[in-house]
């Protein structure tokens, strides 16, 4: 079975870039079945995805977010990673990783989500 | 790209049924199936309940369906009970590899 965990600092200061990995177990990052995905959750409020790598097909991004996301991957480590420039306390949030198989699509596995709070 | 649209809350007695709302537009819910079902209990991550617009995966119990009209999908619990009182999100497909989520709803079982 499929396991995700975010890490990272739990707080960034403003004007500065958050950098967030999430170690997966259970399945290959380089497998043609997922994608692998980023969506974050600020306090109170629902859910908004920021993007996703596939290790053929490349980045997608939030058009709302793309000036400012990379996402990126380690397939020694099994590990891909989020990084987020110019962070204001808008981006408070609880950031989530999770897997996006494909046929059938579906966003099956989750990880527990890590709080970061943009504070000076 | 906007967030799709549900209902802030709706609630129902045990036993009910109760159907939550799930708006979007011709560049993502209408165009395609790959519309997914979560639900989150406060303080846990989302549970994935629907995928591909009316599928369930092994595990969910078939008192939650779902379905999918035009701009428009739906998720239905049926003979509600406490323990399904949560938040509920939807998300779409909103094409080039992009994704969107709805705003959420909250389920209160009375």
């Known amino acids: 079975q499929l396991q995700l965990q975010e890490s990272g600092p739990g707080l960034v200061k403003p004007s500065e870039t958050l950098s967030l990995t999430c170690s997966v177990s259970?399945?290959?990052?380089?497998?043609?079945?997922?994608?692998w995905g980023w969506i974050r959750q600020p306090p109170g409020k629902g859910l908004e995805w920021i993007g996703n790598i596939h290790y053929r097909e490349g980045t997608f991004y939030n058009p709302s977010l793309e000036s400012r996301v990379t996402i990126s991957m380690d397939t020694s480590t099994n590990q891909f990673s989020l990084k987020l420039t110019s962070m204001t306390a808008t981006d408070t949030a609880l950031y989530y990783c999770?897997?996006?198989?494909?046929?059938?699509?579906?966003?099956?596995?989750w990880g527990q989500g890590t709080l970061v709070t943009v504070s000076s | 790209q906007s967030a799709l649209t549900q209902p802030a809350s709706v609630s129902g007695s045990p036993g009910q049924s109760i159907t939550i709302s799930c708006t979007g537009t011709?560049?993502?819910?209408?165009?395609?199936?790959?519309v997914s079902w979560f639900q989150q209990h406060p303080g846990n991550a989302p549970k994935f309940l629907i995928y591909?617009?009316?599928r369930r995966p092994s595990g969910v119990s078939n008192r939650f369906s779902a379905s999918k009209s035009g701009n428009t999908a739906s998720l239905t619990i049926s003979g509600l009970q406490a323990e399904d009182e949560a938040y509920y999100y939807c998300?779409?497909?909103?094409?080039?590899?992009?994704?969107?989520f709805g705003g959420g709803t909250k389920l209160t079982v009375l």
């Open positions: 999770a897997s996006l198989r494909e046929d059938p699509s579906q966003w099956d596995y």
């Open positions: 011709n560049s993502d819910v209408g165009s395609y199936n790959l």
């Open positions: 591909e617009a009316t």
């Open positions: 998300s779409s497909s909103a094409g080039s590899g992009t994704w969107v």
């Open positions: 259970g399945a290959s990052i380089s497998s043609k079945r997922y994608f």
